[in-house]
């Protein structure tokens, strides 16, 4: 199946579905990103806090797909952080993968209490430069952060991941990225934790159009240009969670599931949260 893309500004096309990988570890996460790949993800994110950058690699190998033809996307620890410190995590975490670059780095939390986070960004920026890295972003930034690294270097990521959802739109930090060319890619996709699957509204449409609960969430983000990078590892699932491209919502459907946000103050803050 062909998953649509989109450009970043570093000039790398990124799919707009990927395979998240949270919380899957040993063969079990291998044998996920090895059927993924085979029935279409080209997309693979995991993080170096994840321990299975390894299994990701293993999985990349047993697909039987060049890794060329891969975007392998990971991140930085917060306890990586500072820039000889990011430039070792890279290196280490391209070690774990079994890849020569890596295609997407991410800061994975911008963690203020060390204030290392532009020693960090430029550390990513000088592995860009190198080609080690082909697109350099963050991850859970908010503007602020985000304004802080142009700031200090002129250089705005290409990609911020945050935490998105119909139930967490974070409309004031899309707009701000969308405006200096920030791609915004989506963890936590379906708002599974706020309970949204079960919303009404979100069942109603997945009647109307004869898909799941999660496809109608998915959706919701694909179709505004959010990337999704949902984790399963279930055959089937995995499938489900790409089959959004035959459908498109109306202006109705599109109001009435905006009408689900329930504001910034309900997503991870973090200026408070920190993971090392």
Known sequence: ?????????????LPLVGLGTFDMLGMPCAQAVSHAIRVGYRLLDTASRYANERSVGIGIEESGIDRADMIVQTKLGGGD??????INAAKDSARRLGVSYIDVYLIHWPCPSLGR?????????????????????VSNFKVHHLQALYDATGRWPAINQIQCSPALARCEVREFMEANGIHAQAWHP????????GDAEIIRLARKYGKSPTQIALRWAVQQGIGVVPKSSHKGRQRENIDLFDFTFDADDMAALESLDRGEQAARDSDVEEEF
């Not at 952080?81 to 990011?86: T, V, Y």
Request: proline share 4%; no cysteine; aromatic share 6%.
């Open 1 to 13: 199946m062909q998953i649509p893309t989109v450009d970043l500004t570093s000039g790398q096309a």
């Open 117 to 137: 986070m532009v020693d960090s960004w430029n550390a990513l920026l000088t592995l860009a430069d190198e080609g080690f890295i082909r697109t350099p972003g």
């Open 81 to 86: 952080h500072g820039f000889d410190e990011a």
């Open 190 to 197: 379906t708002g599974r934790k706020e309970a949204m699957l």
